[in-house]
């Protein structure tokens, strides 16, 4: 974590050293703020070659707040390659009942190794995972595909709509969708809001916050099924030049009435994620 901090300190004293150097050489402030805060920039997306790894941990209570498991889901991503595609592989799972342990190394999901596809609706489809197992893991691994396209699309599908530190609502991601066959979810409403410029890796980047309340989640599967609403919001940082993405964050809760097939009662669980996606090439 500290290091993680020294490094966004760093970004952003190369920053504000750039902003500093430019009114220091005769810039006024507002011409800074023309420069850098008044629009996004509006070249096309790099298709250079990236890799990212995304790592989600699943922490499960009870009402009460009394833990009863974790989960942990790790991929490495890329994209930049060929016709627009993109790819994941080194994805595993790792659970756990004790809060206070480390994960282990998990089980690999040799079906996620380097399957390949082009970002689209298509892959809310049930034919996109047809090669996937029955089984909750598959929701988890399905998750990795889905996030990572949600905050694609929050870099990049509205940069012409975004004002400095003012709200935008994504009017296309309201109401119920299908999420391939396993159930459906409801978005009641998803806001964007570019809220300034940071450093990341010696690059300028934009800082796009996003948000969605009180969204409705139903799974039906043959062993679980479940029904409840979920809370997302997050912080994407989009570099200035290559409109590539710096880094990402994701933060999730979730209450959710569940049956399990083989178990008289229902249950309640509520499971807070934490996520984040970073550049490892």
Known sequence: MKKKLNSGLAGVLVCLLIIVSAVSNGQSENAVIKKYLSNLPS??????????????????????????????????????????????????????????????????????????????????????????????????????????????????????????????????????FSMADIGTYSHAEVQLCWTGISGIDDELCAVIEYRALDNKIEISMESIKTKGTEQYWGTVWVSLKSRLIGRAVMYSGTIQEIKVTGMDNKFLVKTIRELWVEKIQ
């Open 43 to 176: 070249v096309p997306v790099s298709n250079k070659l990236q890799k990212y790894r995304m790592t989600a941990i699943y922490i499960n209570r009870d009402l009460y707040g009394n833990f009863t498991g974790k989960t942990k889901v790790v991929g490495d991503y890329t994209r930049g390659l060929e016709n627009g595609s993109v790819s994941w592989s080194n994805v595993y799972i790792s659970n756990s009942d004790k809060y206070s342990e480390p994960f282990q190394e998990g089980t690999k999901q040799e079906y996620m190794e380097n399957i390949k596809y082009v970002p689209s609706q298509e892959m809310l489809d049930a034919q996109a995972f047809k090669d996937f197992p029955a089984g909750l893991e598959s929701v988890f691994t399905r998750n990795l595909v889905w996030d990572m396209m949600a905050i694609e699309e929050f870099a990049w599908n509205h940069t012409d709509s975004l004002v400095l530190n003012k709200i935008y609502r994504i009017p296309v991601m309201k109401g119920e």
